[in-house]
């Protein structure tokens, strides 16, 4: 059965922290891979990742795929209030273009 | 606003009832996709529309009934409804309806059935 697993479900740090989101999968003919952050209702995109090894950066934010391992993670430095979201994997699969989400980890940045 | 606008922003509708979503994106846009995300689960694909016509229903019951009369513009036709459809309804659209590109999404329709 294809699926996406987003660990851990729910974070809480304090600002200035560094977290490390998870996402593995296991699919049918991967495609790509997606971070999403959603704050309240729509989700904004952040990364799209097809190739292994590498790393796609914004600002504080980056991510890395691993096709081998199969698993994807998202690094924020220095965490700010603002960043306190749902923090949304979803994966491209198979030819007709299916995508699965994840669950979401819910990331809560304290001041 | 992100260029993808959803109306309305909040529905409460009874059972009996029958009502629709719309989406509207002037983005240049080909693909549109209505999405669920109910509480406590993962965002649901419903359909799928690229150039205007209708490639992919993930199994959605009939009592949702999705229009996209341009490339422009998505309807999510809603009719006898049941109380587990309450929902964040989502609308997105893309460039093309494969990988290589993101997603623009709207803010949403919050729908209780009630």
């Known amino acids: 059965e294809d699926k996406v697993v987003q660990s851990p479900l729910s974070l809480v740090v304090h600002e200035g922290d560094t977290v490390t989101l998870n996402c593995s999968y296991e699919?049918?003919?991967?495609?790509?891979l997606l971070w999403y952050k959603q704050e309240k209702k729509a989700p904004t995109f952040l990364f799209m990742l097809?190739?292994?090894?590498i790393e796609k950066k914004s600002g504080r934010l980056s991510s890395i795929l691993d096709k081998k391992e199969l698993f994807s993670i998202l690094n924020i430095t220095a965490t700010q209030t603002g960043d306190s979201a749902v923090y949304l994997c979803a994966v491209f699969y198979d030819n007709n273009n299916d995508m699965r989400f994840g669950a979401g980890t819910r990331l809560t940045v304290k001041p | 606003e992100t260029g993808v606008t959803q109306t309305p922003r909040h529905l409460v509708m009874g059972m009996t009832n029958k009502k629709s979503l719309k989406c509207e994106q002037h983005?240049?846009?080909?693909?549109m996709y209505w999405y669920k995300q109910s509480a406590k689960k993962p965002l649901e694909l419903m359909f799928v529309y690229n150039f205007k016509e209708q490639t992919e229903n993930n199994s959605v019951p009939s009592r949702f009934s999705p229009e996209c009369p341009n490339s422009s513009h998505l309807f999510l036709h809603l009719h006898t409804l049941q109380p587990e459809d309450s929902a964040l309804y989502l609308c997105a659209s893309s460039r093309g309806a494969d990988f290589n590109y993101g997603y623009t999404f709207g803010s949403g329709t919050r729908l209780t059935v009630v």
């Open positions: 983005l240049g846009h080909n693909a």
């Open positions: 699919v049918t003919n991967f495609r790509s």
């Open positions: 097809t190739s292994s090894g």
